[in-house]
């Protein structure tokens, strides 16, 4: 694809060691990029986290919040906490990024293809950080 001729990112992939080694054997990662997020921190950011029913749009009631309260910006429509958002499916999601993903942080650290950076802070900050640690 012309578009991907200096390189591409994928986002959230690989989650578990079976994927990364499937991915592999298609095409060599270079970097894999671990944003580093205290549990205490993601749960903050999942439980106050909110989303329109008509639009899709995202909202975060501590960082980000709509103009008027449970109502969107956008459309007018009205925000709901997702399920898998609720504070019991976060620890389930959790325990299942220790399980699963978590391990991945090893397999590329050994293969000599891990980048930590911290993920903790604005969007802004992190893509900064992002951006330092890849060499751009
Ligand atoms: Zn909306």
Redesign the pocket.
Known sequence: MPDAAKGWILDGFPRTIPQAEALQSIASADRAVNFDVADSVVVGRLSTRRV??????TYNVATMPPRKAGV??????E?YTRDDDKESSIKTRLENYRKQTAPLIDWYGKRGKLLTVDGVGAPEEVLARFEKAIGK
């Open positions: 329109c029913r008509g639009c899709g749009k969107c910006d956008a459309c007018g429509g925000l």
